[in-house]
């Protein structure tokens, strides 16, 4: 036992109290490996270094749940973990500086006597929105093998490929060179050790020379481009071939298509009122759309993947880690949550959508765009 910490030792150390370890030890998350004689927990070296990535991972705002999921993921060593930490902290640390900076520069004007306009006011407290959800990925969001089958089955015979807003890596083709492009320094630090080199840049301006590589990919993520044609004309640029997986807001019958949103969430609209047409994503990069059936047990834990398991979007950590919940704000996702508890109980949601049981796959209005 002369390896082991007691519980209150490891408390001390830690600065948290014995009775939040006892709980950490009942859920599962860090249960130590020994007990003292007189029956106490004691913790050996390796129960220390996941308490380590418990608390750095906990202070830095991470649900219980997500922590889990994280310091479980076998393809991430304690080195991994500790440069993936880093790397959120060093973010935090960036953003809160720049804060403090423009809270400084608003200060010294209102010294001076001159009023900030209500844009820049709320300027001071902008960020990505990946920022926010970024920290759910790892838990939900994994590439699924039937639609990589389709997005590597497009990308040809490229052997370079930049893949745009890659978030933390899903879908990058394991057998090709991969480039990745990602703004979200979240994001970033997300990314396994093993991952593709990671450039800080977004789609609008990528920073490579014409013609830098074979294929260009983007999964699930123009919607949240600043200018998506832009972005995808930039891909036409630094690459002979495009992938892109997206979604099809075109037409009069797409909110019909999936009972989330036509039954509970109708705000979903809001958020593709500016959304360009398909014909024009498309003809960004010269190319075709083509559809993709969702598999009812879809691996990528994507807005639209649970729709023959709805009791998922009871589930915080499934919505978390989709940013449609964020963009329609708390009220109405409270709203939709508690309609849709309250049919799964009562039977009105197989009463409505029962034929949906019977089926492996739904056209949901995802879109492959190759060119």
Same mark, same amino acid.
């Given at each position: 036992?002369?390896?082991?910490?007691?519980?209150?030792?490891?408390?001390?150390?830690?600065? /948290?109290?014995?009775?939040?370890? $006892?709980?950490?030890?009942?859920? =599962? +998350?860090?249960?130590?490996?020994?007990?003292?004689?007189? !029956? $106490?927990?004691?913790?050996?070296?390796?129960?220390?270094?996941? *308490?380590?990535?418990?608390? =750095?991972?906990?202070?830095? =705002?991470?649900? +219980?749940?997500?922590?889990?999921?994280?310091?479980?993921?076998?393809?991430?060593?304690?080195?991994?973990?500790?440069?993936?930490?880093?790397?959120?902290?060093?973010?935090?640390?960036?953003?809160?500086?720049?804060?403090?900076?423009?809270?400084?520069? %608003?200060?010294?004007?209102?010294? *001076?006597?001159?009023?900030?306009?209500?844009?820049?006011?709320?300027?001071?407290?902008?960020?990505?929105?990946?920022?926010?959800?970024?920290?759910?990925?790892?838990?939900?969001?994994?590439?699924?093998?039937?639609?990589?089958?389709?997005? #590597?089955?497009?990308?040809?015979?490229?052997?370079? /490929?930049?893949?745009?807003?890659?978030?933390?890596?899903?879908?990058?083709?394991?057998?090709?060179?991969?480039?990745?492009?990602?703004? &979200?320094?979240?994001?970033?630090?997300?990314?396994?050790?093993?991952?593709?080199?990671?450039?800080?840049?977004?789609? !609008?301006?990528?920073?490579?020379?014409?013609?830098?590589?074979?294929?260009?990919?983007?999964?699930?993520?123009?919607?949240?481009?600043?200018?998506? /044609?832009?972005?995808?004309?930039?891909?036409?640029?630094?690459?002979?071939?495009?992938?892109?997986?997206?979604?099809?807001?075109?037409?009069?019958? #797409?909110? %019909?298509?999936?009972?989330?949103?036509?039954?509970?969430?109708?705000?979903?609209?809001?958020?593709?009122?500016? #959304?360009?047409?398909?014909?024009?994503?498309?003809?960004?990069?010269?190319?075709?759309?083509?559809p993709v059936d969702v598999p009812w047990d879809c691996a990528?834990?994507?807005?639209?993947?649970?729709?023959?398991?709805? %009791?998922?979007?009871?589930?915080?950590?499934?919505?978390?880690?989709?940013?449609?919940?964020?963009?329609? =704000?708390?009220?109405?996702?409270?709203?939709?949550?508690?309609?849709?508890?309250?049919?799964?109980? &009562? !039977?009105?949601?197989?009463?409505?959508?029962?034929? *949906?049981?019977?089926?492996?796959?739904?056209?949901?209005?995802?879109?492959?765009?190759?060119?």
């Amino acid at each position: 036992m002369d390896e082991h910490l007691t519980v209150g030792r490891v408390a001390e150390l830690a600065g /948290v109290t014995v009775r939040t370890l $006892h709980h950490y030890d009942e859920i =599962g +998350l860090l249960t130590p490996s020994a007990r003292t004689a007189a !029956g $106490h927990r004691a913790y050996a070296p390796a129960d220390v270094r996941r *308490l380590r990535e418990v608390l =750095g991972y906990r202070r830095l =705002g991470f649900g +219980l749940r997500q922590i889990a999921d994280l310091v479980d993921d076998p393809a991430t060593d304690p080195v991994a973990h500790l440069c993936r930490l880093r790397g959120l902290l060093t973010d935090q640390r960036d953003r809160a500086a720049a804060l403090v900076a423009a809270i400084d520069r %608003e200060l010294q004007a209102r010294a *001076l006597g001159i009023a900030t306009t209500p844009e820049e006011q709320l300027r001071v407290f902008g960020g990505r929105l990946y920022d926010t959800i970024g920290s759910a990925y790892p838990a939900t969001r994994r590439t699924d093998s039937r639609i990589a089958a389709r997005i #590597w089955a497009a990308l040809g015979d490229a052997r370079t /490929v930049l893949n745009v807003g890659a978030g933390t890596g899903s879908y990058e083709p394991g057998d090709r060179a991969v480039t990745a492009v990602e703004p &979200s320094a979240v994001m970033r630090a997300l990314r396994p050790a093993d991952a593709a080199p990671c450039v800080a840049a977004a789609a !609008g301006d990528l920073p490579f020379a014409d013609g830098s590589f074979d294929a260009a990919m983007a999964v699930s993520t123009v919607h949240h481009w600043p200018d998506p /044609v832009a972005g995808l004309r930039e891909m036409r640029r630094v690459a002979r071939r495009v992938v892109v997986f997206t979604y099809d807001a075109d037409g009069t019958g #797409w909110r %019909e298509r999936f009972w989330l949103t036509r039954d509970y969430l109708p705000e979903f609209a809001g958020l593709l009122v500016d #959304w360009p047409p398909l014909g024009e994503l498309t003809a960004a990069i010269g190319g075709r759309a083509e559809p993709v059936d969702v598999p009812w047990d879809c691996a990528d834990g994507l807005f639209e993947a649970y729709w023959r398991r709805p %009791e998922a979007y009871l589930d915080e950590r499934v919505r978390r880690a989709v940013s449609v919940w964020t963009r329609v =704000g708390p009220q109405a996702e409270r709203r939709a949550v508690g309609m849709l508890r309250e049919d799964l109980a &009562s !039977g009105r949601w197989t009463q409505r959508n029962g034929d *949906l049981l019977g089926r492996d796959t739904a056209e949901l209005g995802l879109r492959l765009l190759v060119a």
